[in-house]
């Protein structure tokens, strides 16, 4: 594991509100994810960081921003929740672009009523 | 997309020998991806292949063919422990995994 802690690990907001997610690493690795995985789609990529400050869309990037000021924090950013963004959450490290292995945390169930 | 595609679900044995096939698009691959998850659990990772062939880890073997945009996770010695999701992730020049939508393994006695 690469020391990948989530928080919260369990949210019920009501939308329109702004939600937080936060993803913490120790093992100060470089690249740094954030997917949602909903039934029928598999794990999608929101964002992603390649560096401090360094950050990139993915494919559903539309409704949440993230930010990066640190190595070991990763910020996802709901900005107006929508039910559509009832999910789980994951957040990724890996220490290189070459190297094999992306280690996950475990995980933020979200519920946007 | 990458056309990543994998059968829904699966139904095993346990003690037989299990293949979950995988095929994706051939453009710009740069490496093929499997992970396991646990209901309720994060992914973890299982195996990487770049280049053609099988690779074997211990129960688990992945097998990659490059020009025929195919892989294969092959589970040998089936246990109850195995019933999970088994995720294969096709990753391009940026080496970032594109999931498929993951294969529903279920061991039964």
């Known amino acids: 594991d690469a020391g990948i802690t989530q928080s919260p690990r369990h949210k019920v907001t009501e939308t329109g509100t702004p939600v937080t997610l936060r993803c913490h690493q120790t093992e100060n690795h470089r690249y740094m994810y954030w997917y949602r995985q909903d039934p029928g789609h598999g794990l999608r990529l929101i964002h992603y960081?390649?560096?401090?400050?360094?950050?990139d869309k993915g494919e559903v990037s539309d409704g949440y921003s993230v930010s990066r000021s640190k190595t070991e924090d990763f910020l996802l950013t709901l900005e107006s929740a929508t039910s559509s963004q009832t999910s789980v959450y994951f957040c990724a490290t890996k220490e290189e672009i070459g190297t094999d292995t992306q280690y996950f945390g475990p995980g933020t169930r979200l519920t946007v009523l | 997309g990458q056309n990543i595609d994998q059968p829904t679900e699966m139904t095993a044995t346990e003690g037989a020998i299990v293949q979950i096939n995988c095929t994706y698009q051939?453009?710009?691959?740069?490496?093929l991806f499997w992970y396991q998850q646990h209901a309720g659990e994060a992914p973890t990772f299982l195996s990487y292949n770049v280049l053609d062939g099988l690779e074997e880890k211990g129960r688990f073997s992945s097998f990659l063919s490059r020009s025929k945009g195919y892989s294969y996770l092959l589970l040998k010695e089936l246990q109850m422990k195995d019933s999970a999701s088994y995720l294969c992730a096709w990753a391009g020049g940026s080496y970032i995994p594109t999931f498929g939508r993951g294969t529903s393994l279920i061991v039964h006695p």
């Open positions: 051939t453009s710009g691959f740069n490496g």
């Open positions: 960081s390649y560096g401090v400050k360094d950050t």
